[in-house]
């Protein structure tokens, strides 16, 4: 399958496409700290017995306290129960009680049509050692707003097709994929507030070893993690960094598939919102957020 108009045998263009991969292979060969700490979400459905997975989320520590972050319309799923996860490499489900702090529901009394559709989840549980250690601080969030520097990116999530039950146990796939954020006119013409959200392209084609092939359905990734790769940049004028680093910079909340020639789209929000609800149901960990804030 060939995506027209682009010429793949043009020196121009095979130069383009080398200088390109290049850079999203070196994002991709960053060490996965923020990665890591993206889990499997699932419920159980009315009439099952199994869990399965419907989202992603992130886990984060800030102080004492675990939390994970993800989009709201997921938690539309599970309701009044707890939220379900693990670690995604064939260990038990681990339930886990907890606060959900959201922004508010759309017309429709639920998430899905909420702009914003954030959700923190603050865990009243124990946790296991595995997910303790998965969890990211506030030094791996991404605090800047540098839009000229053309950072590298890349969305990580669980697709729910990748995800295997088998009774109380869960196998799920972690993957991630490299893009760019769309430019500010791109914002603008898509009605999409540049100020709350983070938004990579993600078109219907994408191309591996010289063949356009369909790009993967994301779903599954709602929750899942924006990441700045930091220290790698497609700008030619910008020097990449001798450190490289993965920073959170918004979770998942939608996906635009191209249409009408108007660009695919993932959308994620940033976590200044997720960090704000922290902020006003759990005060007392507002100056530490504050404090990162300001050093950034």
């Keep these: 399958m060939v995506k027209p108009n682009i010429d793949l045998e043009n020196p121009i263009v095979k130069k383009a496409i080398t200088y390109f991969q290049n850079k999203m292979i070196k994002a991709l060969n960053v060490p996965q700290s923020v990665e890591s700490a993206v889990v499997p979400i699932y419920h159980v459905p009315k009439l099952k ?7 992603s989320g992130v886990l984060v520590k800030i102080k004492s306290e675990y939390f994970i972050f993800s989009a709201s319309h997921v938690f539309d799923e599970i309701g ?7 670690d995604g490499t064939g260990s038990k489900v681990q339930s886990l009680s907890g606060d959900r702090f959201s922004t508010a529901r ?3 009394g639920t998430h899905r049509d909420d702009p914003i559709d954030a959700s923190v989840y603050h865990i009243q549980s124990p946790i296991s050692e595995p997910l303790k250690k998965a969890a990211i601080t506030l030094n791996d969030f991404d605090f800047s707003s540098l839009k000229e520097s053309k950072s590298v990116f890349i969305a990580a999530g669980f697709r729910i097709k990748q995800s295997n039950t088998a009774g109380d146990t869960v196998r799920s796939k972690r993957e991630g994929f490299p893009s760019l954020e769309i430019n500010e006119e791109d914002y603008l013409r898509m009605k999409i507030d540049s100020k709350i959200h983070i938004t990579l392209a993600y078109e219907n084609q994408i191309l591996l070893n010289g063949i356009w092939q369909t790009s993967p359905t994301p779903k599954g990734f709602s929750g899942g993690a924006i990441i700045r790769v930091d220290g790698v940049s497609v700008n030619r004028d910008i020097s990449n960094k001798p450190g490289y680093k993965q920073l959170l910079t918004g979770i998942i909340i939608e996906q635009r598939r191209e249409k009408n020639k108007e660009m695919g ?3 994620g929000t940033k976590i200044d919102i997720h960090l704000a609800l922290i902020k006003h149901f759990l005060p007392y960990l507002a100056v530490e957020i504050d404090r990162h804030i300001k050093v950034n």
């Design 106 to 108: 759309g017309s429709s």
């Design 265 to 267: 789209v993932l959308i």
């Design 49 to 55: 017995r199994k869990p399965v997975q419907i989202g």
């Design 80 to 86: 009044d129960y707890p939220l379900l996860t693990s």
